[in-house]
């Protein structure tokens, strides 16, 4: 070991706190022993030490000068409680800015609020994702809750469709008379719009069952019977949706219908 090392590891120890059993300090102060100079500085080095040790032990604190530092330490932890506190205030403020437009976004229904032909009206709610009344699988309890509910249904609803799982439904105030909307579930949810004819009269359409298939993958079939206009929605081909509507046949007597 060198001198500079020597140095290096003694000015560690001068405040009386000698390490035992310590092979670097030993080699250290062996150093020291044979060279005065580093010997002599290391003695004053511990002199110096530890009469300033000594010295800051012996210093009383004022007593202002603890109250200034409670003073201080309370007002830093006032500041951090303000700012907790603002915080918090600021995260209920932000909250309610995100639950005021979530509720104007999804939760003020404007299911109502769609123009146009019927059919455009029916495939644009379809998309955008209907927001339905009441909720059953059974298709028969959806039939009843919309005439429960002021709904005029006619007498022949496609067969098969009904024999579907149903989704729910609901009626919609797209005329002077309410619409109804019955959502049925064939791992695609079909749409099924029943209107009357009075309330569209530029409705085009006939008692043959059309078909449109969309851009977006969709289908949109409408047609008429008797008194009442039917827009059927889904996400599927012309020949998924076509399945669902076979055996039934608009304009003919019901008991007539191949069930």
Same mark, same amino acid.
């Given at each position: 070991m060198d001198k500079q090392e020597a140095k290096l590891i003694l000015s560690s120890y +001068?405040?009386?706190?000698?390490?035992?059993?310590?092979? /670097?300090?030993? &080699?250290?102060k062996a150093v020291a022993a044979n060279d005065p100079e580093l010997a002599s500085w290391w003695k004053s080095q511990? /002199?110096?030490?530890?009469?300033? #040790?000594?010295?800051?032990?012996?210093?009383?604190?004022?007593?202002?000068?603890?109250?200034?530092?409670?003073? +201080?330490?309370?007002?830093?932890?006032?500041?951090?409680?303000?700012?907790? /506190? &603002?915080?918090?205030w600021f995260s209920i403020a932000a909250a309610f800015v995100l639950c005021s437009y979530?509720?104007?976004?999804?939760?003020?229904?404007?299911?109502?609020?769609? +123009?146009?032909?019927?059919? /455009?009206? &029916?495939?644009?709610? #379809?998309?955008?994702?209907?927001?339905?009344?009441?909720?059953?699988?059974d298709t028969s309890k959806l039939q009843t809750w919309l005439t429960q509910n002021g709904f005029d249904l006619p007498d022949q609803l496609p067969p098969k469709l009904l024999a579907l799982e149903g989704v729910g439904c609901r009626p919609l105030d797209w005329s002077q008379e309410k619409v109804a909307l019955m959502c049925?579930?064939?791992?695609?949810?079909?749409?099924?719009?029943?209107?009357?004819?009075?309330?569209?009269?530029?409705?085009?359409?006939?008692e043959q069952i059309g078909y449109a298939q969309q851009d977006n993958g969709w289908t949109v079939s409408k047609w008429r019977d008797q008194d009442y206009l039917f827009v059927l929605t889904a996400k599927a081909t012309v020949d998924e949706m076509s399945q669902f509507l076979a055996s039934y046949a608009p304009g003919n007597d019901p008991l007539s219908a191949i069930r």
């Amino acid at each position: 070991m060198d001198k500079q090392e020597a140095k290096l590891i003694l000015s560690s120890y +001068t405040l009386e706190n000698e390490p035992s059993n310590d092979p /670097q300090f030993d &080699a250290a102060k062996a150093v020291a022993a044979n060279d005065p100079e580093l010997a002599s500085w290391w003695k004053s080095q511990k /002199q110096a030490d530890q009469s300033l #040790s000594a010295s800051l032990r012996s210093f009383e604190v004022p007593a202002d000068l603890r109250s200034a530092l409670k003073v +201080t330490i309370a007002e830093k932890e006032r500041k951090r409680l303000r700012f907790a /506190q &603002a915080r918090k205030w600021f995260s209920i403020a932000a909250a309610f800015v995100l639950c005021s437009y979530l509720f104007f976004e999804y939760g003020i229904d404007r299911s109502d609020d769609y +123009t146009g032909p019927l059919a /455009q009206r &029916a495939f644009d709610y #379809s998309v955008d994702g209907p927001r339905l009344s009441y909720f059953d699988r059974d298709t028969s309890k959806l039939q009843t809750w919309l005439t429960q509910n002021g709904f005029d249904l006619p007498d022949q609803l496609p067969p098969k469709l009904l024999a579907l799982e149903g989704v729910g439904c609901r009626p919609l105030d797209w005329s002077q008379e309410k619409v109804a909307l019955m959502c049925f579930n064939a791992d695609t949810v079909y749409h099924l719009f029943i209107g009357m004819e009075n309330d569209f009269p530029e409705f085009e359409a006939s008692e043959q069952i059309g078909y449109a298939q969309q851009d977006n993958g969709w289908t949109v079939s409408k047609w008429r019977d008797q008194d009442y206009l039917f827009v059927l929605t889904a996400k599927a081909t012309v020949d998924e949706m076509s399945q669902f509507l076979a055996s039934y046949a608009p304009g003919n007597d019901p008991l007539s219908a191949i069930r």
